[in-house]
């Protein structure tokens, strides 16, 4: 696995170079030098994700030859993270690599353009629906209504559960209160007994240590040990061995751009940047992982404990979150049919998460 990433990896940034390098010069030459720079801002409010985007982000300029350079924000340096897409759509920032679910105020359909309760499950899956079923065409679709433009995205990782009191089971939610993402994955917590509230990444430790909240999702070890949570919570919550987030087991980000700002570029330099967005996202997806390994140990030295659900509570779960699921769905027409390619997927042979009789009674309104 690790040698076919690399091979991917090492092929993607091959291509990406020698497309910037071929598409620069005559660019340059045409513009007298001038190098477009897009202010974009991330949804990292700090720790390892922030610093990957960083990096990334000054790598751009040399790629492209000067002819386009990224001046990258952390979260909230310039706009609060539920600001972000209506700073990209007028031009306070040309460009946001927000956490794709974000999108959901503006585009109901988005709740299914990243992981939820129960759904595909790894971030190949989300590849083949994005770039093998039609998801990115549709996601494109969408945004451009909204005056943006839906480059790709963006791999993280799983979100994981951090706590106050130890969480062995669904039951252990019950009367909780908890932050969540909004959405889909706050109506499945609340049903099971939770309850929930909505908050941006960078207001759960404070929310945390005032005792505000006693439970948070947030994404994964590295990015959570930086942001201090082992100072305020004791206890990790995860899915059965291997199965490390039943509610967002692929968390995506993305990245989106001003159409303003998307149509001022060159046909060669829209495609590169289509292609290097997939260069960042394995990118990024390698680099959080190993920076997770690590931060395992720094939270088993604190003292924090991992308690995991079993097998029980993922099926009762799924019980709580297929009708759901078929909720959300019918909310449009957009949402409604980004679910059906999902579902079918889910339901084939390849993967075979849903059978008929979970979804009996169940109707999509297409």
């Excluded at 993607?12 to 071929?22: D, N, R």
């Excluded at 306070?92 to 105020?105: C, K, M, R, S």
């Excluded at 980000?253 to 998307?262: L, P, S, Y």
Aim: charged content about 20%; glycine content about 10%.
């Amino acid at each position: 696995m690790t040698k076919t990433y690399i091979s991917r990896r090492a092929a993607l940034q091959k291509v990406a170079l020698a497309g910037a390098a071929g598409l620069a010069a005559p660019s340059i030459a045409s513009a007298a030098g001038e190098t477009t720079t897009w202010k974009i801002q991330t949804s990292w409010p700090g720790g390892a994700g922030l610093q990957i985007f960083k990096d990334w982000c000054a790598t751009i300029v040399e790629k492209t030859g000067g002819e386009l350079a990224l001046n990258p924000f952390g979260a909230n340096d310039v706009v609060g993270d539920f600001q972000l897409f209506d700073a990209v759509k007028n031009g306070v920032l040309d460009a946001v690599n927000p956490f794709t679910i974000y999108a959901q105020g503006i585009i109901p359909a988005a709740t299914f353009l990243t992981s939820y309760p129960l759904g595909m499950r790894n971030p190949h899956e989300w590849d083949v629906f994005y770039y093998g079923l039609g998801g990115l065409e549709i996601a494109r679709e969408m945004y451009a209504k909204q005056g943006m433009h839906f480059v790709g995205p963006v791999h993280h990782g799983p979100n994981i559960i951090h706590s106050k009191v130890p969480i062995r089971s669904i039951d252990d939610f019950r009367g909780r209160k908890m932050r969540m993402p909004g959405g889909m994955v706050a109506e499945v917590f609340t049903e099971i007994g939770a309850e929930t509230t909505v908050l941006p990444g960078s207001e759960i430790f404070p929310a945390l240590e005032k005792g505000t909240i006693d439970v948070a999702d947030y994404v994964g070890p590295a990015v959570n040990y930086s942001l201090g949570f082992s100072q305020v919570t004791k206890y990790i919550s995860m899915g059965p061995p291997g199965f490390m987030s039943l509610y967002q087991p692929v968390d995506l980000m993305d990245i989106t751009v001003g159409m303003d700002a998307w149509n001022k570029l060159s046909p060669q330099m829209r495609q590169f940047v289509e292609m290097e967005t997939h260069v960042y996202s394995d990118m990024h997806h390698a680099a959080i992982q190993k920076a997770d390994q690590e931060a395992w140990a720094k939270f088993e030295a604190d003292g924090t404990e991992v308690t995991r659900l079993s097998q029980d509570d993922v099926e009762l779960m799924t019980e709580v979150a297929v009708p759901i699921w078929f909720k959300y769905a019918n909310r449009d027409k957009d949402s409604a049919r980004v679910f059906k390619i999902q579902l079918d997927y889910m339901m084939s042979g390849s993967l075979g998460y849903v059978t008929p009789e979970q979804i009996e009674g169940l109707q999509l309104d297409l």
